[in-house]
């Protein structure tokens, strides 16, 4: 029994005759003989706890920074009405700070043998699996001076996936890739290496691409379209080990690599090609592989949910080793990694020309944009040692990327928000350049 109703029952006890009862609460009930039995009374009719049945439905998805609503059946097969002040406890990453009293706490009126919802409304803040905890209900007499407590497990799962902020970025570069494939009239209409088709010649045409024989067959000069190629297939890794952990303003740099990630595997899938993803740092934390075109980014979007980063150093000769199995033909390998030194050239450059020799190799890092911010400082002294401090860090960086250059690697280097656009264009320079 939780004697929740006591200010209740002081402010009762403050309207009787000065000297009837103790200061005491067991007094009060001693020498108050109807308030004591009011409150047995009270206790009684409260309805019992643990014989309510409760079950979940709502949302089992959502991206990170949308909301989720799951509801809680309360069912009451007992004979009394229940009035309860009902706690639904999630982990509290579920909500936004200083949010999760007002969206846990409810209060609700069951009516015998009926039952009641309520909804308890998430906004998650961080990627992965969400698990409810304990609900919490106290049920109160029909005075509200004492209740019965008890708690009960209702299980659900809200899986928050990424936001996929990228995708605004799609549409321009789909326009760029129709253009590529001959399905807009433009200059360079038919870029590519694969033969289309045959049409008339217009000014402008490159009359290297004119069809002699075609033209000999018939009263106009003829010539021939291309299009890139289709059904190449590019393999997206993801480096899940400890640089992945590093912030870039308000997330890791893994959450960046994702964002870009998703953007180029929408733009393969409409382009033909085929895109699977794996996950590593010294083993496999995820692997997608085989998935039509409408099917991969969904896939995709689930697979990389619940990736944290690892603090562990990256196993560039298993990353390797994995790779080469997971693409055993000529591919576009992706590689979102970091371009620290000490990485690069202890663990990626020695086992690089294994990845060279077999497959077209992109590597794309997060850069932090604050480094930048810090070149330009000036001011003080510490403003300028801080501007010595971020060239030297950007020129290492520069040199870092200009040694996989020279064995063939095309590097993408950008801040978050200029990743996802720029991976895009990488991919379709190399689409028309023939290279995939």
């Known amino acids: 029994m939780a004697l929740t109703g006591r200010a209740a029952l002081l402010a009762a006890l403050g309207s009787l005759p000065v000297g009837i009862w103790d200061p005491s609460l067991t007094g009060i009930l001693a020498v108050n003989a109807p308030l004591a039995v009011a409150c047995a009374c009270d206790f009684a009719l409260a309805a019992p706890v643990r014989r309510l049945g409760l079950t979940r439905s709502g949302d089992t998805s959502v991206r990170l ?34 949010t999760e009293v007002a969206a846990s706490r409810h209060s609700l009126t ?6 009641r919802r309520v909804t308890t409304r998430l906004r998650p803040t961080r990627r992965g699996d969400r698990q409810a905890d304990r609900i919490t209900i106290r049920s109160y007499g029909p005075l509200g001076l004492l209740s019965r407590q008890g708690t009960h497990k209702a299980p659900w799962t809200v899986r928050v996936l990424p936001p996929f902020t990228s995708r605004k970025h799609l549409p321009s570069k789909l326009a760029r890739l129709r253009e590529l494939d001959g399905r807009t009239s433009v200059l360079t209409r038919g870029e590519g290496t694969e033969f289309d088709s045959l049409r008339e010649y217009v000014p402008g045409d490159d ?34 080990g400890r640089t992945s952990a590093g912030r870039v303003g308000d ?4 959450d960046a690599s994702m964002d870009a990630a998703l953007l180029l595997a929408a733009l393969v899938s409409r382009a033909g090609d085929r895109v699977d993803l794996m996950a590593y740092d010294r083993r496999v934390r995820a692997l997608v592989q085989g998935r039509t075109a409408r099917d991969v980014l ?49 663990g990626l450059l020695p ?19 604050y480094i930048a911010r810090m070149t330009t400082a000036r001011g003080n002294t510490e403003a300028v040692f801080e501007a010595a401090a971020a060239a030297q860090a950007q020129s290492e960086r520069h040199r870092t990327a200009e040694q996989l250059r020279r064995h063939g690697v095309t590097v993408v280097d950008k801040t978050p928000e200029e990743l996802a656009p720029a991976l895009a264009d990488a991919y379709l320079a190399l689409k028309t350049a023939g290279r995939l």
């Open 65 to 98: 920074g949308e909301a989720a609503d799951v509801t809680l059946t309360v069912t009451n097969p007992s004979s009394r009405p229940l009035r309860a002040r009902l706690r639904d406890a999630w982990p509290p990453s579920s909500w936004q700070p200083g």
């Open 110 to 115: 069951v009516p015998a043998g009926e039952r």
């Open 207 to 240: 009359t290297r691409s004119i069809d002699w024989r075609a033209t000999a067959r018939q009263s106009s000069v003829a010539v021939r379209t291309w299009r890139p190629e289709r059904d190449r297939h590019i393999l997206l890794v993801l480096d899940t």
């Open 251 to 254: 997330a890791p740099r893994l």
């Open 298 to 346: 969904p896939s995709l979007v689930n697979a990389m949910a619940t990736l944290e980063p690892e603090l562990v150093e990256l196993d560039a000769r298993g990353l390797t080793a994995s790779a080469l199995r997971t693409a055993p033909r000529r591919s576009l390998i992706v590689l979102l990694t970091s371009l620290d030194t000490a990485p690069v050239e202890e």
């Open 351 to 369: 086992v690089l020309s294994q990845l060279t020799q077999r497959h077209t190799v992109l590597v794309a890092s997060v850069a932090d944009p």
